[in-house]
C-alpha cells in the first residue's frame, strides 16, 4: 500500500479530471434521458436509472481509489491470473446466464447485472502488455506473435458465441497495440483491403464480384514485366481475394444472428424496415439532427422526453447528448474524450516499461474503438450491434470496468521512474 502523499502527488491530475467531467456529464444526460414530467421523481431516486447510476459511480469512484493505493507489482504478477478467472467467467457465463436483448452476457443478482465481457477487457490488456514484456526479446518470432494472438482470440471468440458482436468488434483494436509495437503498416493496410472487399461482396454477388476482381488482377498481371514472380503473387492474390468474398458470404447468411443481418442490411440499404429494426437508427438521427447547432436545452428534448429511442440511456445515449447540448455540446464531449485519448497515449510514449506502454496503447485503443462505433451506429454509419458509450451509457459493469482500465493504468504511470523492464 501507498501513503496517501505519494498516491496525489504521482497521479496524473489532468486524467482524474477528464474522468470525472465525462462521468458527471453522463449522468447528467442519463437523467435527461429518463426525466418526465408527468412522473415525480427526484434526482437522487435509487428506483430510477439515473439514481442507481449514483451508485454506479460511487462504486466506481471507491475502485478507482483502491487501484490506486495498490503497489504496481500486484497487476504485473498476476496479470495472467486476471486473464483466465475472466476465461473462466466468460465460459460459464455461456451456460448460465439469462438472454438480454439476444445476447448470453449476463449474471443476474437480484435487480442488478453483471456483463463478465466488459471486464475482459482490462485483463486481455493486462495479459497482453505481460506477454510482451515476458518476450521482449523475441517479441516478433513466431511463438510469441501467436501467443498474443491467440490472447487476444479466445475472448473474441468466446463473446461471439454470446451472440455479442458489439464488445466482441472491441478486441479488434488491439491490432493498434501491435503497430505500435512495430508491427508493419503494410498489414493494416492488408486488413483494410480485406474490410473492403468483405463490404462489397455484401453489396453485390458474391459470383460477379469475384469475377471483377479476377479480371482486374489479370489485367494487371498482363502489364506486369516481371512475368514469373507476378504470377505467384497474383495466383496467391486471386485466392485470397476469392477466399474473403465467398467465406464473408457464408458468415454473413449462415453464422450471424437474424437481427444483425437485419440491421446490416437496413445500413446498407438493402432493406428499409422504419417500423421495425430501421426504427432505433431512424429515430437516433431525428433526435440528433433536432438539437440543431444550440441543442433544445436540458430536459427539452421531445424525442428524449417521450421515450421515441429505445435504450437512449445506454447504446443511444449520445442521442440525448446531441438533442439536448446540440452541436456545440456533441463537440464539447467529443474534445473532452479526445484530450483524454490524447493524455493517455502522451503519458504512454512516457512510460520505461513496454509492459506500461503496451497496456497504455490497449486502454486507448479500447476507449477510441467504443467511442468510434457508438457514434456511427447513432449516425447511421455503423450497423445497429449495441456497444455503450465509455463513461456516459448507463450500467454499473461498464463503468466499473472502463474506470478500472483506466485507473491501473494510472496507477502504473505513477511509477514510471521505478518500472524499468
Not at 514485366?225 to 507476378?230: E, L, N, P, Q, T
Request: with cysteine; net charge positive; glycine share 8%.
Amino acid at each position: 500500500m501507498r501513503k496517501t502523499s505519494e498516491i496525489f502527488g504521482k497521479i496524473d491530475v489532468i486524467t482524474i479530471i477528464l474522468y470525472l467531467a465525462l462521468i458527471f456529464f453522463g449522468w447528467l444526460n442519463i437523467y435527461a434521458s429518463m426525466y418526465n414530467d408527468d412522473v415525480s421523481h427526484t434526482i437522487y431516486d435509487l428506483n430510477t436509472k439515473h439514481g442507481k447510476q449514483l451508485l454506479f459511480i460511487g462504486a466506481a469512484i471507491f475502485t478507482g481509489f483502491v487501484i490506486l493505493i495498490i503497489d504496481w507489482s500486484f497487476f504485473d504478477s498476476l496479470a495472467f491470473l486476471f486473464y483466465a478467472v475472466t476465461i473462466l467467467l466468460l465460459i460459464i457465463v455461456l451456460f448460465s446466464s439469462d438472454s438480454t436483448g439476444g445476447a448470453t452476457s449476463w449474471f443476474r443478482f437480484g435487480s442488478f447485472k453483471i456483463q463478465p465481457s466488459e471486464f475482459s477487457k482490462f485483463t486481455t490488456a493486462l495479459a497482453l502488455a505481460k506477454m510482451f514484456s515476458v518476450n521482449k526479446q523475441n517479441k516478433y518470432s513466431f511463438k510469441s506473435m501467436i501467443r498474443s494472438y491467440i490472447i487476444i482470440l479466445i475472448p473474441f471468440l468466446l463473446i461471439i458465441l454470446q451472440n455479442d458482436l458489439g464488445t466482441a468488434l472491441v478486441f479488434i483494436s488491439f491490432i493498434l497495440v501491435f503497430y505500435r509495437e512495430g508491427l508493419s503498416g503494410n498489414i493494416l493496410i492488408i486488413g483494410l483491403v480485406i474490410c473492403t472487399l468483405a463490404l462489397f461482396s455484401l453489396l453485390i454477388q458474391p459470383l460477379i464480384l469475384s469475377l471483377i476482381v479476377t479480371t482486374i488482377i489479370i489485367v494487371v498481371f498482363l502489364f506486369s514485366s516481371k512475368r514469373v514472380r507476378s504470377i505467384k503473387i497474383s495466383s496467391i492474390i486471386t485466392i485470397i481475394s476469392n477466399c474473403v468474398i465467398f467465406s464473408t458470404d457464408y458468415i454473413f447468411n449462415n453464422v450471424l444472428s437474424p437481427h444483425h443481418i437485419e440491421r446490416v442490411n437496413i445500413l446498407l440499404g438493402k432493406e428499409f424496415d422504419p417500423l421495425g429494426a430501421g426504427y432505433n437508427l431512424i429515430q437516433s438521427k431525428i433526435a440528433i439532427g433536432s438539437g440543431g447547432f444550440f441543442g433544445k436545452g436540458f430536459l427539452n428534448g421531445t424525442q428524449t422526453r417521450f421515450d421515441f429511442v429505445p435504450e437512449q440511456s445506454t447504446d443511444f445515449i449520445f442521442c440525448t447528448l446531441g438533442e439536448e447540448w446540440g452541436f456545440l455540446g456533441s463537440l464539447f464531449f467529443l474534445i473532452i474524450f479526445g484530450t483524454l485519448l490524447l493524455r493517455i497515449i502522451y503519458l504512454a510514449e512516457k512510460q520505461k516499461s513496454q509492459f506500461c506502454r503496451v497496456y497504455g496503447y490497449s486502454v486507448a485503443c479500447i476507449l477510441f474503438i467504443h467511442l468510434l462505433i457508438n457514434l456511427g451506429m447513432t449516425i447511421g454509419l455503423a450497423p445497429t450491434i449495441g456497444i455503450p458509450l465509455p463513461f456516459m451509457s448507463y450500467g454499473g459493469s461498464s463503468l466499473i470496468s472502463f474506470t478500472i482500465l483506466l485507473f491501473i493504468f494510472l496507477n502504473l504511470n505513477s511509477y514510471r521512474m521505478n518500472i524499468l523492464r
